[in-house]
Nanobody, 122 residues
Framework: HVQLVESGGGSAQAGGSLRLSCAIS????????MGWFRQTPGKEREGVAF??????SYADAVQGRFVISKDHFKNSLDLQLTMLKSEDSALYYC??????????????????WGQGTQVTVS
């Protein structure tokens, strides 16, 4: 049974930081392509950051401000958010797939999703 559970969302002021974490169980953690997406009401879910082995990719809007990483000890996928802007407010989702067939991957590439954690920047 595959489970992805996000945590760490909340409220922050513009310019502040948050750290999101996605606890992953039920899959071979090391061999999977993973990523973070976000979505606001009325808009499509958009890719934020991806990691596959040693390579990472970021959306232009977050490049230089967000960092995606894996914590092998905790079996988690993390996203460090810094220099937050109001436009970063969204519901953030983590996702995983055994193999990313395109790079950067798109929403349709992922099989497993978490339920989301809300980030609100004021």
């Amino acid at each position: 049974h595959v489970q992805l559970v996000e945590s760490g969302g909340g409220s922050a002021q513009a310019g502040g930081s948050l750290r999101l974490s996605c606890a992953i169980s039920g899959i071979g953690y090391d061999g999977y392509c993973m990523g973070w997406f976000r979505q606001t009401p009325g808009k499509e879910r958009e890719g934020v950051a991806f990691i596959d082995g040693e390579q990472t990719s970021y959306a232009d809007a977050v490049q230089g401000r967000f960092v995606i990483s894996k914590d092998h000890f905790k079996n988690s996928l993390d996203l460090q958010l810094t220099m937050l802007k109001s436009e970063d407010s969204a519901l953030y989702y983590c996702a995983a797939v055994r193999l990313c067939i395109s790079w950067p991957p798109g929403r349709e590439d992922f099989h497993y999703w978490g339920q989301g954690t809300q980030v609100t920047v004021s």
